[in-house]
């Protein structure tokens, strides 16, 4: 009823199909009125995560040119006002609460929306320094569903939790998991989802079914749950967002065994909506070093190539490339990029693929292993980041002259960003470590900014000349 509410006001408000509707909110019952109410309305939701810098999502608004911005009050304390002039900012909980709005569903065949239009525009890093927004379709995210509803047997008596931002996409899957299959959604507050032992006293105690984590939180979870006497309930836990190195879930499989709960591998994309693999986890696989990424969803096929676009031999390494049903649209207001990312697929008569960008080769049973990037691009907690976003914005400060930022093992497993910089001349060190990280901090988000600065008088050069990025130093204490 909220929902409606929410989407009549948007339609009266102008909104239609393919319109883009912002929405800036904090985890809550809210938030999801406000993403039913955009849906519902026909339109496109834009999401705002309001723990990211003001300036980040100031730079999206601006981008995504959306028909309507959504907020509670958090997020119209960190959008501010002096930023968004231009929108006038409609209340997620006064909409929803307005009696003078109609309850009833409305009715998407007179609005004219069809499985083509829009559901999302979620924003990525970007190499070039600004963040890109991916255009994901209806139908992408229905048949996600759907192609995998055999792997799963979800169902009403299954309880999930919105556990990661909703401007992340592994959130997609989350939330729209829950309410597909008639299930229970626990949103899980930000300062909750931070902390392992909360979070794990929190699924025990609600019951939780489903678990989705990228592998870095999962670590810590795992700790939680090995010095807790509580009881879970979880049928699934998921992985997905980053590599896995299935050795971590040695101590896991030691106290639970494969089937209490089945541990689930799945890889995939923003463009290529959400995932794109399926692979069912067995204690044998903590003793390969790969991240074993297993076979496609049945409505996709993922090629592995080489520079040519032609297929690699069994077992050699390659660039996988997606095709099939959830492949996205495109990115919002890149062309150019979009005609680069999105190609032709030659293999398959009028249809399109993503090039990831990822390395993989196939083994002979048929299933994908995950080898890592071909480019400067790393994923860190299930984020993707373009290092050369950071780059971008490390010389912009005055006091910097050329940056570079690495992705280095961290102590204790997962990795951690570590920016190498030669200062301009006169620079004080440990002024400027305090200033840059205050820049950024104003600028991306808390997990794009490095957690150690290294600085350098000059960098250190291969016998080509070229800069030895094996040669610049660990980070000390």
Excluded at 284 to 290: E, I, L, M, N, R
Excluded at 415 to 425: E, F, I, S
Aim: charged letters at 20%.
């Amino acid at each position: 009823t909220r929902a409606n509410r929410v989407a009549h006001r948007l339609i009266a408000e102008g909104v239609q199909p393919d319109d883009r509707v912002a929405i800036c909110a904090e985890r809550s019952v809210e938030l999801v009125v406000g993403l039913l109410g955009i849906l519902k309305a026909g339109g496109g939701y834009v999401p705002l995560d309001p723990g990211y810098p003001g300036e980040r999502l100031q730079w999206i608004v601006a981008d995504a040119a959306p028909k309507r911005l959504l907020s509670d009050a958090a997020g119209r304390e960190v959008l501010g006002a002096s930023g968004h002039a231009a929108y006038d900012v409609l209340d997620i909980a006064t909409l929803a609460g307005d009696s003078r709005q109609p309850s009833r569903n409305p009715v998407l065949a007179t609005l004219g929306l069809r499985p083509e239009h829009l559901a999302y525009v979620i924003y990525t890093s970007g190499s070039t320094g600004t963040p890109k927004g991916v255009l994901v379709e209806h139908r992408q995210v229905t048949r996600l569903f759907d192609a995998t509803a055999p792997w799963f047997g979800f169902n009403a008596q299954d309880v999930w939790c919105l556990f990661h931002s909703f401007a992340f996409d592994f959130s997609v899957w989350e939330l729209w998991g829950a309410l597909r299959y008639g299930g229970r959604l626990v949103v899980v507050p930000r300062e909750i989802a931070q902390s392992a032992q909360e979070c794990y006293d929190l699924v025990c105690r609600t019951g939780v079914t489903v678990l989705n984590q990228t592998p870095s939180a999962f670590r810590s979870f795992s700790e939680a749950q090995a010095h807790s006497r509580q009881a879970h309930r979880l049928r699934y836990v998921i992985f997905g967002g980053e590599a896995l190195e299935p050795a971590m879930l040695k101590g896991w499989y030691e106290r639970h065994g494969e089937q209490s709960p089945a541990l689930i591998n799945m890889y995939g994309i923003t463009e290529t909506t959400v995932h794109v693999t399926y692979r069912a986890l067995r204690q044998a696989d903590t003793q390969v070093s790969s991240s074993p990424i297993g076979q496609c969803i049945p409505d996709l096929r993922a090629y592995v190539l080489d520079a040519y676009q032609q297929p690699v031999p069994m077992g050699a390494v390659g660039e996988l490339y997606i095709s099939g049903a959830g492949v996205a649209r495109g990115y919002w207001n890149r062309a150019e990029l979009t005609a680069q990312r999105f190609v032709r697929d030659p293999f398959q008569q009028e249809a399109r693929m993503y090039r990831t960008g990822d390395l993989a080769r196939y083994l002979p049973d048929g299933s994908l292993v995950y080898l890592g990037r071909n480019d400067s691009q790393v994923k860190i907690r299930g984020f993707r980041i373009e290092l050369g976003e950071i780059e971008a914005r490390l010389v912009e400060h005055a006091g910097v002259r050329e940056a570079v930022v690495l992705a280095r093992e961290a102590e204790g497993g997962g990795k951690r960003l570590v920016a190498y910089v030669v200062a301009q001349d006169g620079a004080d060190g440990e002024d400027l470590v305090r200033a840059l990280r205050t820049h950024l901090g104003e600028r991306l988000p808390d997990y794009m900014v490095p957690g150690a600065f290294v600085r350098l008088t000059s960098w250190p050069l291969t016998a080509n000349g070229k800069l030895d990025r094996k040669a610049l130093p660990v980070p000390d204490d």
